[in-house]
């Protein structure tokens, strides 16, 4: 019930094909919109106060439109630490979002309404995903070790690179991937999947290669 004292209206209009989507927001005084965006990709991080006038109690919560269309998931909430859910957020935007995985963030006033160009205008590449490791070092010396095998028994070694999956909707999330790519059409890469080597084909990634330290 306590929702219902709050001015909450998010609009998100996705046409798919090659029309535009229109995103718009107004959440009223109390809450915090930011949306990101990557290629055609968007995100929206949520810093939602429960009660008007009021820090707490407070939530953050993410949401992946164009990805997965009534994805929202409660990253952190607070009842009673003030400040708590502010910090988390601007920590998840700028640490995360802009400064690890590459997007660019814009709050809800400095954008009320964001045109994304037509996806006719955009180029579109193709991916091929070969394995999946978790995000830790082990997993990481796992994954660099099967991409310099790809590159010792195939010609086109510099195609094959490791990073992660956090841009690509048919992976889990948190995943170092070894990557086959760019293709610049997708009858290319299902060709070159042929090799009974692949998990998964992914359009469109935005790809946040892993450059490892010397050594590894």
Known sequence: ??????SLLVIVIAVLGDDQIAVATDTGLEDSVV?????????IVTLDYLVPGNRVPCRVIYEKPTEKP????????????????????DDFIHKKLEGKWGWQCSSREQSMVWQI??????????????????QTQEGLNSG????????????????????????????TDGLY?????????????????????V??????????QIVPKKGL
């Not at 160009?117 to 978790?134: A, S």
């Not at 660099?144 to 909707?169: C, M």
């Not at 991937?177 to 080597?197: H, L, R, S, Y």
């Open 35 to 43: 949306i990101c965006s990557n290629q055609d990709n968007r995100r």
């Open 177 to 197: 991937v070894v990557m086959k790519g760019p293709f610049q059409n997708q009858i290319d890469a299902e060709n070159w999947a042929k090799t009974d080597a």
């Open 117 to 134: 160009p037509e996806r006719r205008d955009q180029v579109k590449t193709w991916y091929v995903i070969l394995g999946g490791f978790p």
């Open 144 to 171: 660099l070790q099967l991409r310099d095998q790809f590159r010792s028994d195939i010609w086109t070694q510099d195609d094959f690179s490791v990073g992660e999956s956090d841009f690509y909707p048919e992976l």
């Open 70 to 89: 009534g994805f929202s998931k409660i990253l952190w909430s607070a009842e009673n630490k003030v400040g708590y859910c502010e910090q988390k957020m």
């Open 1 to 6: 019930m306590k929702k219902a004292l709050i």
């Open 199 to 208: 998990r998964e084909i992914v359009s469109n990634a935005s790809v946040q």
